[in-house]
């Protein structure tokens, strides 16, 4: 069974730092050059990317809106992500979720992504 799991949500102060975790069981990254993203939601508005990670060439797309802020890297051998999380900002604050597409490289954020994790809550607090 393919599951992706977030881990690292908490609540924050603004300019404080976060690193959100992302692992994946029941298939290998290499398996078919698996992407993986977050996105995050608030309640009530619609779901926005944040960064896509092609796993296979490390190559990563990243929302303006966390750009220079936001850092994504991929640990392949050990099948995680991890999203390091910088000065953050009040609008920040969502529901963060881990997705993975096989055959995917990351050219812009694709919505319908085939696995889902269950999401973290981050908090940032004014």
């Known amino acids: 069974e393919i599951q992706l799991v977030e881990s690292g949500g908490n609540l924050v102060e603004v300019g404080g730092s976060l690193t959100l975790s992302c692992v994946a069981s029941?298939?290998?990254?290499?398996?078919?050059?698996?992407?993986i993203a977050w996105f995050r939601q608030v309640p009530g508005k619609d779901r926005e990317g944040v960064s896509c990670?092609?796993?296979?060439?490390?190559?990563?797309y990243y929302a303006d809106s966390v750009k220079g802020r936001f850092t994504a890297s991929s640990d392949n051998a050990g099948n995680a992500v991890y999203l390091q999380m910088n000065n953050l900002k009040p609008e920040d604050t969502a529901i963060y979720y881990c997705?993975?597409?096989?055959?995917?490289?990351?050219?812009?954020?694709?919505?319908?992504?085939?696995?889902w994790g269950n999401g973290t809550l981050v908090n940032v607090s004014s």
């Open positions: 997705a993975a597409e096989p055959w995917f490289y990351c050219p812009y954020f694709y919505y319908n992504m085939e696995h």
């Open positions: 029941g298939f290998a990254f290499a398996d078919a050059d698996y992407a």
């Open positions: 990670t092609a796993t296979g060439s490390g190559r990563t």
